[in-house]
Every structure is written in C-alpha cells, then in structure tokens.
C-alpha cells in the first residue's frame, strides 16, 4: 500500500506510457479459522496450508493441504473425525488492480480429496420415548479407510497488507461427487469439506494468511 | 470495474447468509418399530373385534385403559424378552380377566440418519402367552422392521 502512495504521484504526470510490472511467484499462506477455532472450542483441531502460483496476468494455481480432527455432537450420535485432504484447482482474478497493486477478488474452482476414519464415541437408540428412563448409551466402533472426493466454488478477496504479505477471506461451496461410506453408518462429517447435508452439499469459510515469494516481475497485461 | 467488486461482495454475503440460515435436520424418518397387534373375533377370523376396556402393562407399567382392536407395543431394545401383561375388562374387578404375553426375540441396530441416529429392528421373535381370555394367535412376521401392518394378530 505504501509503495502505491508514493507511485500515485505518477497520475497526473505526462507518463502516460507508464509500464505497471506484476509480481509473479509462489504464494504460501496458513488458515487462521482452524487456530482460532480451537482456541474457542476445543472440538476441533486442524492445520490448513494454502499455496498458489500465479500463471498468468488474472490465473492462478492454487492448492490447500490439510488435516483435521472434529467431533460432532448430534442428538443421538457423537462421532470424531480424523483425516487429511488436499485441495487443487485455479484462482481467476477478476479485480482489476490499479498501479501496481496486487489485490485480488476471485473466484475459483477445486478439486477435493479427503482419507480418514470415524470414531463412534457414543449413541443411544431412538426408541419409543416409554424407555427414556433406562436408555443406555452405548459405545460405537472405529471405521478406516474412508474417504470422500467434491468439488468445490471458491469466492474470495486477498489483500496485500504490506510488501507481499497478504490477508485473504474465502467463501466456498461444495458438492460430494464420489464418498466411501462406513458400514451402518455415514459419513456425515469430511475434513476439507466440513459438514455434509442431507444433498452431499456443504460449504466452508477461510480467513488465510499469506506471504509472496516474488520469483519475477512481468509487464503488466 | 466497480460493479463486479460490489456483486462479488453481495454475493459473498448472500452465501453466507444462506449458510448460516441452513435448517436443522429433523428426524423425519421412521424410528425403532412398535410391535403393531392386532385382536380379531375368533368366530369370524377376517372381523376386528376390540378388547373391552383393556389394561396394558410393561416392566410394571400401566398404559391408559382403551376399548381398541389394535395395540402398539414399544419392545424393551436393551433386553432380548419384553413382558406384556394384558387385562380385559380392566375397569370391573369382578369381570377383568388377565393374559400374559412373552415377546423374545433378537435386536440389531440399523443406523438410520443424522437426526435420526441409530434405531433398532427385531428378529427371530417367537410369542409365548397365557390362554384365559386369548383363544389363539396368528404371526403375520418373524420380524419387526417397520410398522407397515400387523406383526401379531390375537384371536379372542
């Protein structure tokens, strides 16, 4: 922002030939939703790194990597979920910067891909509500093995705060294309993904921080 | 230029806005069955004929006393053997008449959705009971998975 104060200065110049350059280079960042989370409610715990890598004037690849672990307390089941997941696809800037600014308002698209396991802590049969006096909770299994693919609808704004560092905020949707369920049970919870509805859609918030590694600059397009 | 930026946002806050007004789920599907029995006239096997002011008793307690042709047993899903006493004639100390019913079977759980959670079918039941006021019994099923139609029907 400070460099652009200063360069502002050009506008009312003669140089209307002026060439604006773009940084190009490799982006990597960390959610802060999951840190921030855990803080509040310790029913969750994850880490999520956020990487891109521009291509092109307005493209991006972009990447996250994952893991988490969630419980969910339902009223009759309570269940933690326990994986890894990586996330590929493209960021299209759609913000046309002034200068040589380098903000951005985008929208994306992901591909998803989650391995874990879910733990059946408790639940308690939906019975007939004559027995709630003797109602016994009782002690579920573990399944392995599972796992979960989706694609997702990213729409989001990255700020750079100070010289190559930047503060992002991200709003996705998304929609289960392919999911190995447990036996008698399902997955109702995917890491990456969050929660699932009834349709196999969910949606998911980022709040990311991240730092430019400048690799070359390119003229402006 | 300014108009993508503001539907961009509006966009965004209308995503989040639907996100975060996402309804519960409610428990919409059906849950562990009842036991679903049905009396019939044991002169005339196709008529219903409702028990006189007929006294329900499980684990030593009462149901309220109802003039009926059809009974909803909820079994006990935490045993494998749910007692049934039944009274006829309930309300006159001199005509009530008592039958015991003895329900054994097997309970598997079946899970059945978030709201939902986990309910339980019956399998392998077999029916013992005592004969004072019931003439005979009829089993339409060895197993209780939904309440679609009767399982037991009671001839009296």
């Known amino acids: 922002m400070c460099s652009t104060l200063s360069f502002s200065q050009g506008i009312g110049s003669q140089q209307k030939d002026t060439i604006y350059k773009n940084k190009y280079g490799l982006r990597v960042g960390i959610d802060l939703y999951n840190p921030v989370y855990t803080f509040i409610d310790d029913s969750r715990k994850g880490l999520e790194l956020v990487g891109d890598y521009r291509v092109s004037g307005k493209l991006f690849i972009a990447a996250e990597l994952g893991y988490l672990e969630n419980t969910t307390d339902e009223d009759f089941t309570n269940f933690t979920t326990n994986g890894t997941y990586i996330k590929a696809g493209v960021d299209y800037n759609a913000y046309e910067n ?124 | 230029m300014k108009k993508i930026i503001t539907y961009t946002i509006l966009i965004l806050f209308i995503l989040i806005a639907i996100g975060g007004c996402e309804r519960d789920e409610i428990c919409i599907d059906p849950i562990t069955p009842h036991l679903i029995i049905r009396f019939y006239d044991t002169e005339d096997l196709e008529t219903f004929k409702p028990v006189n002011n007929l006294l329900v008793k499980i684990m030593d307690k009462e149901f309220e006393v109802v003039t009926t042709d059809t009974l909803l047993i909820p079994l006990n899903v935490y045993d494998s053997r749910t007692t049934i006493v039944l009274t006829k004639n309930s309300k006159d100390s001199t005509q009530l008449i008592q039958d015991t019913l003895t329900v054994n079977y097997e309970v598997e759980n079946v899970f059945v959705g978030r709201s939902c959670g986990y309910k339980s079918i019956f399998t392998n039941i077999n029916y013992q009971n005592t004969k004072n006021w019931i003439v005979s019994k009829e089993v339409v099923d060895l197993q209780i998975e939904n309440e679609d139609n009767a399982h037991l029907k009671i001839f009296h």
């Open chain 1, 98 to 221: 002034w200068l040589d600014m380098e903000n951005m308002i985008y929208v994306g698209f992901r591909y998803g891909f989650s391995s874990f396991s879910q733990t059946l802590n408790t639940f308690t049969i939906n019975n007939d509500p004559f027995y709630d006096d003797i109602s016994e909770v009782e002690t579920g299994e573990k399944f392995d093995g599972l796992n979960a693919q989706w694609g997702e609808i990213v729409l989001g704004v990255k700020a750079e705060l100070f010289n190559n560092l930047y503060l992002g905020f991200s709003f996705s949707g998304k929609k289960i294309i392919s999911s190995k369920q447990p036996n008698n049970f399902k997955n109702l919870y995917v890491p990456g993904f969050n929660r699932v509805f009834l349709n196999n859609s969910g949606f998911g918030i980022n709040y990311t921080i991240s730092y430019l590694i400048p690799l070359y600059k390119k003229p402006k397009q």
